[in-house]
């Protein structure tokens, strides 16, 4: 065991108990999924799998999806490792990761680290595949979002709002997920990119070939 290792621990136990049951995608099993990654990046890249591991379990507590406002998921994460860790280089590190990872419509700046970059990777990848299309839907049925809707072009889409419950399901692949491909920071990330993308390209044709809808 690591020196870290009972603190490690005991940000699991408080992030199953946020998010358990949480029906947006953000649930208890993206976080295992995206630290399960997250360590497999950080170990082909030499990244510090602390960093890492306790970024990628704590990353979505903080979602301001989840949250009142940023600043307030931000500082419960914050007072909870404050409470449970005097070691203030690895929180600044840790905190430094969640206050910058999201997506945000693309507008966040490059991640400053290599621990960064890993867990954004995990997170993207996350939102990829087969398991990206489900969290796309349920996402979209928890913000109200309806499939799909032809009459609605991507420019109009476009305009909206990033998180605007106007959008479609199927347009979020065009404004994020489909981009996220080249989007990857590690090379082995971008590895794991490629089939899931695949894919995703290939469930869209399927989609569109049984969509049918009478002129």
């Given at each position: 065991m690591t020196k870290h290792s009972e603190f490690i621990?005991?940000?699991?136990?408080f992030v199953k108990?946020?998010?358990?049951?949480?029906?947006?995608?953000?649930d208890w099993w993206h976080i295992e999924r995206v630290r399960n990654t997250a360590l497999e990046i950080a170990g082909k890249e030499q990244a510090d799998p602390v960093v890492c591991e306790l970024a990628a379990l704590l990353h979505d507590v903080a979602d301001e999806k989840l949250n009142?406002?940023?600043?307030a998921g931000l500082d419960k994460v914050r007072s909870w490792m404050l409470g449970h860790t005097t070691d203030l280089d690895l929180i600044d590190q840790v905190m430094?990761?969640?206050?910058t990872m999201s997506y945000n419509g693309g507008k966040n700046p490059p991640m400053k680290?290599?621990?960064?970059?890993v867990v954004q990777d995990a997170d993207r990848l996350d939102a990829l595949g087969a398991v990206g299309i489900a969290r796309t839907f349920v996402y979209s049925g928890a913000k109200g979002r309806i499939i799909h809707d032809p009459g609605l072009s991507e420019e109009i889409l476009a305009q909206?709002?990033?998180r605007s419950s106007n959008k479609t399901a199927i347009?979020?692949?065009?404004e994020k997920l489909l981009k996220l491909k080249d989007l990857m920071n590690t090379s082995y990330a971008r590895e794991l990119a490629?089939?899931?993308h695949a894919f995703m390209e290939l469930y869209l044709k399927q989609f569109y070939s049984e969509w049918k809808v009478r002129d």
């Open positions: 621990q005991q940000a699991e136990q108990r946020e998010l358990s049951g949480e029906a947006s995608g953000h009142d406002s940023k600043e430094d990761i969640i206050s680290t290599l621990e960064g970059q909206e709002d990033y347009y979020h692949f065009y490629e089939q899931r």
